[in-house]
């Protein structure tokens, strides 16, 4: 037993009533195909690798890093931070929250995590030149 979905909008003119369909077959098809060339869009274009692991404390850029060289730093306000060569995360930290460790590991440029307690930012780049969209 399959079941049929009408839409319908009802039209007064004039004082007749007609019924026209709201949704055709084919405005469903097109919506669809749209959604999905939307979708494939946001996940293949937007997603560029990045190239560098920044580590800023207070506001200043404390170091920089090579995302394809694994990197172990630990600094002095508790947090550890490593790079395994593909991507950089907070492997440990004195938080209480703990939010900037279960943020997980950042290999797109743009992404970055945060632990406020310590004042300490892991931010992702594309490289020397990488310029910030603000300024």
Do not use: Q
């Not at 669809?32 to 580590?55: N, P, V």
Request: hydrophobic share 40%; glycine share 8%.
């Amino acid at each position: 037993m399959t079941a049929k979905i009408k839409c319908y909008i009802i039209i007064g003119k004039g004082g007749i009533i007609t019924e026209r369909k709201l949704f055709h077959k084919k405005d469903i098809v097109v919506l669809a195909l749209l959604l999905c060339l939307a979708l494939l869009f946001y996940f293949t274009a937007t997603r560029e690798k990045g190239e560098r692991a920044e580590i800023w404390i207070n506001g200043d850029l404390y170091k920089s890093f090579e995302l394809k060289e694994p990197f172990e730093i630990k600094l002095d306000n508790g947090a550890t931070i490593k790079g395994d060569g593909e991507s950089a995360y907070f492997e440990h930290s004195d938080c209480p929250d703990k939010v900037c460790v279960n943020t997980g590991r950042l290999s797109v440029s743009g992404e970055w995590a945060a632990c406020l307690p310590n004042e300490t930012v892991l931010k992702i780049s594309k490289g020397n030149g990488d310029v910030d969209t603000v300024s």
